[in-house]
């Protein structure tokens, strides 16, 4: 049986730790924070943040909930699948996205939430009635703290402390609801839970999964273990963001890989944060905005075509 193990890797170095509640004042405690979370993802492209809103029994209700809904019978849960939204929200079955240019699909299935009453409206399953109201609340914690690290980025970066968050209010951030079930028999060989691959948006907030496997590819070219501690959100920065800024912070590539005993399931709930669509990406001449970025490589990893 296929399992994508990789070969023993050490922890990422040079990803810092922030404490978030640092970064919602002013002065020296605040300028210590942000020079620290700046100078991780300017040269990582991760950090991770300690302090934040979503409490450890929010994040257990939400992963008991996740749970719950991924053991729904088969055809209760193809029920929840919205062809006509393109993935944007609902279901996304088992084995539907691949990472841009890979040849496999993920070994993956997930639920895609957004904000309360933002068109097109969220898709809940009815079966699972904690769903609703515990996603809608991890978003909107995710979605404040996503606001605080964009501030404190953008003022590491010499830029106007809401130059980076105010483009993404009003946005569709995306909260991915991610279900790794066990590696299935009859898988591909090569076949990973997530291959190699760069996010889209500006920052990816990641809460601690319930199990090992996200790895990150270091400036030298080696694969190292990224996972977050209980309590802490490990942040990533993703492709418009480095195109915004001009490659100032790089869109680091990392990696899901499967676990060394295949029957293990495994849940995580990356946040993805991104700016408006009509936001011009790049400094002028460019005319490349995020609405048509995120079309592109929505395409490229095909998870539109349901």
Not at 256 to 276: E, I, K, L, W
Request: hydrophobic content about 45%.
């Amino acid at each position: 049986m296929p399992t994508g193990d990789a070969p023993e890797v050490a922890v990422a170095s040079g990803v810092a730790t922030v404490d978030v509640r640092e970064l919602t004042g002013e002065g020296a405690v605040f300028g210590r924070a942000a020079a620290t979370l700046g100078a991780s993802l300017v040269e990582t492209g991760f950090v991770k943040v300690a302090g934040h809103a979503v409490a450890p029994e929010r994040l257990a209700a939400a992963y008991a909930a996740a749970e719950a809904v991924f053991s729904l019978p088969p055809e209760v849960l193809a029920g929840y699948v919205r062809p006509e939204l393109h993935g944007a929200r609902g279901l996304v079955p088992f084995g539907r996205e691949k990472a841009k240019d890979a040849s496999i699909a993920d070994l993956k299935e997930f639920w895609h939430v957004g904000p309360t009453g933002a068109d097109p409206a969220n898709v809940w399953p009815e079966e699972v009635p904690a769903f609703a109201e515990t996603m809608a609340e991890l978003h909107a914690s995710l979605a404040c703290t996503s606001e605080l690290l964009l501030e404190a980025l953008a003022v590491h970066l010499g830029l106007g402390r809401r130059h980076l968050a105010d483009l993404v209010v009003g946005a569709d951030s995306i909260l991915r609801v991610l279900h790794y079930p066990p590696v299935p028999d009859g898988a591909p060989a090569g076949a990973v839970r997530s291959a190699a691959h760069e996010d889209i948006n500006f920052i990816t907030l990641l809460p601690a999964a319930t199990a090992d496997g996200l790895q990150l590819l270091d400036r030298d070219g080696r694969w190292c273990r990224v996972d977050a501690e209980p309590g802490e959100l490990v942040v990533d920065a993703g492709d418009q963001l480095s195109i915004h800024l001009g490659g100032r912070v790089p869109a680091t590539t990392h990696r899901v890989v499967n676990p060394g005993d295949p029957a293990t399931h495994r849940y995580s709930m990356p946040f993805f944060c991104q700016p408006r669509p009509e936001v011009v990406l790049g400094p002028p001449p460019s005319v490349l905005t995020a609405g048509q970025y995120h079309a592109q490589r929505m395409e490229d990893i095909r998870a539109g075509r349901l």
